[in-house]
């Protein structure tokens, strides 16, 4: 256990639909992470939180957003769902901003059908 | 853009023998460089990683290895045995944020 968690674990929705994925990074530290991983591909890093603010930003699509709150937690949001969107979101958090251990999240499996 | 080139994509050893994934980066700036290892379904978990000031890194039957100037690094797994089939990801990080590459898909035949 890496002391991230995720939820929900799976989502299943359809297409033009929004959904929400949360995530709480392991105690004290101050950065997560977003990446997708869809079937038998790479990870696609999404976005980067640093203590509430947005620091880094990867190949995130304009339907999706995100935020980190004050209890450090972090909310992805995606909408107008599509098809292609169905992949494995994975959440990741380090103590910095980055050049340090990242820890995995088990990952919300989203379904869009 | 940042990238991180990994090769090869598959790697099929024998029980017993050794496997090496080779991965370089394009960022200067990059200076922590970390492997993981994800099982199908499970999150990627952290194996071992090395900084820009240190040349060779080892745990048990794992090493990685740092090539500065070249902008490579390197896995090194000896005597492999079966469980540590799985998807092996190398990943280049500076400031911010983390690069990872494609993967590397190790099966080891028994």
């Known amino acids: 256990d890496s002391g991230v968690t995720q939820t929900p674990k799976h989502l299943i929705t359809a297409t033009g639909q929004r959904v929400t994925l949360r995530c709480s990074p392991r105690?004290?530290?101050?950065?997560v992470y977003w990446y997708q991983q869809s079937l038998d591909q790479g990870l696609q890093f999404l976005i980067q939180y640093y203590n509430g603010e947005e620091r880094a930003k990867g190949n995130i699509l304009e339907r999706f957003s995100a935020q980190q709150f004050p209890d450090l937690h972090s909310e992805l949001n995606l909408s107008s769902l599509e098809l292609g969107d169905s992949a494995l979101y994975f959440c990741?958090?380090?103590?910095?901003?980055?050049?340090?251990?990242?820890?995995f999240g088990p990952g919300t499996r989203l379904t869009v059908t | 853009g940042e990238n991180v080139e990994q090769h090869p994509s598959t790697l099929s050893v024998q029980e017993g023998d050794s496997a090496v994934i080779k991965c370089t980066y394009s960022d200067s700036a990059s200076n922590y460089f970390p492997w993981y290892k994800q099982e199908l379904g499970k999150r990627p978990q952290l194996i071992i990683d090395i900084r820009s000031n240190v040349g060779e890194k080892k745990d048990q039957r794992i090493a990685v290895t740092l090539n500065k100037t070249a902008k490579h690094f390197s896995l090194h797994i000896t005597e492999t045995q079966p469980e540590d089939s799985a998807v092996y990801f190398c990943?280049?990080?500076?400031?911010?944020?983390?690069?990872f590459g494609t993967g590397t898909r190790l099966k080891v035949l028994a």
């Open positions: 105690s004290g530290d101050l950065s």
């Open positions: 990741a958090s380090s103590p910095g901003t980055g050049g340090s251990e990242q820890y």
């Open positions: 990943a280049a990080s500076g400031t911010y944020k983390y690069i």
